[in-house]
């Protein structure tokens, strides 16, 4: 059996090169704010199981080597080239080669950057959400709960979700995006309403599917900065043309 070991927080194009060679992953839990440990299955069609890292942050590489002999007797253990492991990260692949067969994988570039999760997260930060799909090879996602909002949506604008993140993701920076959720074609709007300048997260479905009870808001591509208005008949002309757009956006990807 091959074994893949890493954190894999992501699941992005690099860590698919490490699992596209094994037969099986161990996924080594430690906070994450880009794929939530509990959803990185989703990702792979491999079986998964899991180290705590603060389960096994005190072990030295020996023993964390024995561990991994013991639990699993693989036949070969696939790791990136930057892998550590045991306590003070003094294990290397180097190390494991004296105990396992080992295959490396380099680092892997897109466009001469390194794909790396700490790169990923920058390009979510700033709004940047089709370079993060393409890095992560599959849409940036964010499984979320519905909340109550204003209901000014449904009275005077267009009707929207109030959504409201299960875990501790990385929000995409403010501002209206074009946005799957549970893969109906929608537009989302993150940062400061206009109408109580609280922090909010609403998308509106151009579809006529409301019937969901928990979400997944997949982005697609960023559509405009927010901006400030004057009144609600300004906000309501944007959000229009912010519709329009999005109705020609999907039409043009055959979804609409």
């Known amino acids: 059996m091959k074994l893949a070991i890493g954190g894999f927080d992501g699941m992005h194009y690099a860590h698919q090169k490490l699992f596209s060679l094994s037969d099986e992953i161990l996924i080594i839990e430690k906070y994450s704010t880009l794929t939530p440990f509990e959803t990185r299955c989703e990702y792979t069609n491999l079986k998964c199981h899991f180290y705590n890292l603060e389960n096994i942050k005190n072990l030295s590489y020996k023993e964390f080597i024995y561990k991994i002999k013991k639990e699993f007797n693989p036949s070969t253990i696939v790791v990136g080239y930057d ?9 290397t692949p180097e190390l494991l080669k004296k105990y396992f067969n080992v295959i490396v994988i380099d680092e892997i570039k897109i466009d001469n950057i390194g794909v790396h999760s700490r790169i990923i997260r920058e390009f979510i930060k700033n709004g940047e959400i089709k370079k993060a799909n393409r890095f992560l090879n599959h849409l940036y996602k964010i499984k979320a709960n519905q909340i109550e909002g204003q209901g000014i949506g449904n009275k005077e604008l267009l009707p929207t979700i109030n959504l409201k993140p299960i875990y501790d993701y990385i929000i995409p920076k403010n501002g209206v995006y ?14 400061n309403r206009s109408t109580d300048n609280n922090f909010s997260i609403e998308t509106h479905i151009l579809t006529k599917n409301y019937n969901f009870k928990k979400f997944d808001l997949e982005f697609l591509e960023f559509l405009r900065e927010t901006k400030k208005f004057n009144n609600i008949n300004e906000l309501k002309k944007v959000i229009i043309t912010d519709k329009e757009k999005a109705i020609n956006y999907f039409k043009n990807k055959g979804i609409l």
């Open 83 to 91: 892998f550590k492991f045991g306590k003070n990260r003094s294990g």
């Open 178 to 191: 074009l946005t799957l959720l549970n893969k109906e074609p929608s537009i989302t709007f993150i940062g």
